[in-house]
């Protein structure tokens, strides 16, 4: 490489990004000039010390496109910023396209659930696996419900927080290999419908759900749409369609990280409940009205939220780099 002639050929643009990234501020076009000049700029950095090493023109250059890029970054003040872009466009539209995936997981849960309750009822010996009476009764009549109050609400309510945070971050995470999230499913649904059988056997089927639905329609739902997001980034993997599997892993994983910062907040929400408001002593039907509640403000934002959200053009992706650098530089 003659570094002479290719710095002079390239001078007026390197000299242009120097110019804009110290720009106090951009109009739209200058932004996506700087973006354009930022990336060809980067290619011709990596060129240039291929062939030739450090270079004083190198370094140059390099100064250059760091302070592009800190435009790009922007300070704290510009992330808060987008914090609005995040909670109004991007995370409701990620949900929104797991919609039918998280209809199905749910569906067949629930259906699992009841086929595992209906067994055990249905046969005295699959009971009996459960315990013996006197150990049946004990869950029965103590230890269910004092799982609730055991210890103090906000211990308790951090504490199934992180359980469930971390069951939903390893579906999300663990998704691309297939097996993870049914084998999570079906032992979620098992325990389920194990402890629906035991109460139902006792003659204490409405103590089930008094104690599972304030906290349970949110959490549950949480878990589905988390367990929804494994099993995209495993279709991505077995069917990228005119993608290659990189880019649909790519493009589907940052979308659906996206989910997985959604789910920790909703999970949140129901482990605030599950600690404060399913032990507590407030009538029954305020209590599930107020998971019935939470369950309804989550499927809103979900589909209606997110249905306008798509209809704008957002994708879900955390990382639509383009779209967010341009309104900070601009800005």
Not at 124 to 137: C, H, I, K, T
Not at 173 to 190: E, W
Not at 268 to 274: D, M, Q, T, Y
Request: hydrophobic fraction near 55%; charged fraction near 15%.
């Amino acid at each position: 490489m003659d570094l002479d002639a290719y710095s002079a050929a390239h001078r007026a643009e390197w000299d242009r990004l120097a110019a804009l990234a110290r720009q106090r501020s951009l109009s739209g076009e200058q932004a996506d000039e700087l973006i354009d000049l930022y990336q060809t700029g980067a290619t011709q950095l990596s060129a240039i010390k291929t062939q030739a090493g450090s270079t004083t023109q190198g370094d140059r250059l390099s100064v250059a496109l760091s302070t592009a890029r800190l435009r790009f970054t922007g300070t704290g003040a510009n992330i808060l910023s987008q914090l609005p872009r995040f909670f109004v466009l991007q995370l409701p539209a990620a949900l929104y396209r797991l919609r039918w995936l998280t209809l199905a997981v749910a569906a067949a849960s629930l259906v699992v659930a009841g086929l595992f309750a209906w067994w055990a009822l249905g046969d005295p010996q699959v009971m009996a696996n459960f315990g013996s009476d006197a150990q049946l009764r004990q869950i029965v009549d103590h230890q269910f419900v004092d799982y609730y109050s055991n210890n103090p609400a906000a211990s308790f309510a951090g504490q199934v927080w992180t359980n469930n945070a971390w069951i939903a971050a390893q579906c999300i995470a663990f998704g691309i290999v297939g097996f993870y999230v049914p084998a999570v499913l079906i032992q979620n649904a098992q325990n389920i419908g194990t402890s629906a059988a035991v109460l139902f056997a006792y003659g204490r089927g409405d103590v089930f759900f008094l104690y599972i639905l304030p906290h349970g329609l949110l959490e549950l739902t949480s878990i589905f749409v988390a367990a929804a997001a494994g099993m995209r980034i495993f279709w991505a993997w077995i069917a990228p369609g005119p993608r290659t599997r990189a880019q649909a892993l790519a493009e589907d994983g940052r979308a659906l990280f996206t989910v997985a910062v959604g789910v920790m907040l909703t999970l949140f929400v129901s482990g605030l409940i599950e600690g404060f408001v399913t032990p507590s002593d407030l009538p029954w039907p305020v209590k599930i009205g107020i998971g019935v509640l939470a369950l309804a403000a989550f499927l809103v934002y979900m589909l209606v939220v997110g249905r306008r959200a798509v209809r704008l053009g957002a994708s879900g992706d955390l990382d639509e780099f383009e779209a967010g650098a341009r309104t900070i530089v601009a800005g």
